[in-house]
């Protein structure tokens, strides 16, 4: 029995130990780190105006949504063509992920007639991000780094429904 324990706890560390370098956490920053365990309230950004209309856009975005009870953090991302709306659910409104997306969809549409957006409760989505958010405060990642690394992430949240 002791050595049946012994053989079971060795596939279980060694199981982490494959799961946990397959994540590739050396890729991700501590802010993306952090957003696997707890909320980090990150901030909305604009990849073409970062302190202007779009801006405030964004700000006004999060907050409309940030206030919905079913919601524990949002990104909010505004992009030359298209806003990226990633948040994450609390942990017993998982049942309710379609209907979430519905309202948050719907209260999008009706408050921003005239943008286009992308609203994703996916967890990957999440921390990329959170990832360009972080590139984005290098100078030396332009605007067009931005609004490509932008389109690439709603590319593969389209991919992934």
């Known amino acids: 029995m002791g050595i049946l324990n012994s053989f079971f706890r060795a596939m279980v560390v060694m199981l982490l130990f494959i799961a946990v370098s397959g994540c590739g956490l050396g890729k991700t920053s501590e802010e993306s780190r952090m957003s ?19 801006h405030e856009l964004a700000e006004r975005i999060k907050h409309d949504i940030q206030q919905l009870p079913h919601l524990y953090d949002v990104a909010v991302i505004k992009g030359k063509d298209e806003i990226l709306v990633a948040y994450k659910v609390k942990h017993m409104q998982r049942f309710h992920m379609k209907k979430i997306e519905k309202e948050i969809t719907d209260k999008l549409e009706k408050n921003y007639p005239k943008e286009n957006f992308v609203v994703s409760s996916d967890f990957k989505i999440f921390i990329e991000a959170i990832e360009l958010k972080d590139k984005m405060k290098d100078p030396n990642f332009s605007q067009e ?17």
């Open 36 to 54: 696997m365990i707890q909320s980090v309230n990150p901030d909305p950004i604009a990849v073409e105006d970062k302190y202007g209309k779009n």
């Open 145 to 161: 780094d931005a609004e490509n690394r932008l389109k690439k992430i709603i590319k593969f949240k389209k991919e992934l429904t």
